[in-house]
């Protein structure tokens, strides 16, 4: 079992910037890719960005691309997400979940994975 705990969110306005933060906890055999989604009123929950263990490797969605920067200390289980020159349509709640199998080049990789409450992001136009 894998406990996941976001913070960083807020109110910012549009052209500002947010750092959002996943401590991640418990017990863990293998390390694998970590991510974030995030989900807005009235729509599915969405991919926004992974990394996978090593952080060799990140992938974004096309909206967050160049924007969005996704990073990970494993010496310290936790995963961040640098988010910058944020716009309205950012506004979501963003959700960390972590991957319990290896990365398959899909974000349907965390569909079996561990996932944590969420925190909230509102961008004002």
């Known amino acids: 079992q894998v406990q996941l705990v976001e913070s960083g969110g807020g109110l910012v306005q549009a052209g500002g910037s947010l750092r959002l933060s996943c401590t991640a906890s418990g017990r863990t055999f293998n390390n694998y890719a970590m991510g974030w989604f995030r989900q807005a009123p009235g729509k599915e929950r969405e991919f926004v960005a992974a990394?996978?263990?090593?952080?060799?490797?990140?992938h974004y969605a096309d909206s967050v691309k160049g924007r969005f920067t996704i990073s990970r200390d494993n010496a310290k289980n936790t995963v961040d997400l640098q988010m910058n020159n944020l716009k309205a349509e950012d506004t979501a709640v963003y959700y960390c979940a972590a991957a319990s199998r290896p990365w398959t080049e899909d974000p349907r990789t965390f569909d079996t994975g561990s996932w944590g409450q969420g925190t909230q992001v509102t961008v004002s136009s």
């Open positions: 990394i996978i263990y090593s952080g060799a490797s990140t």
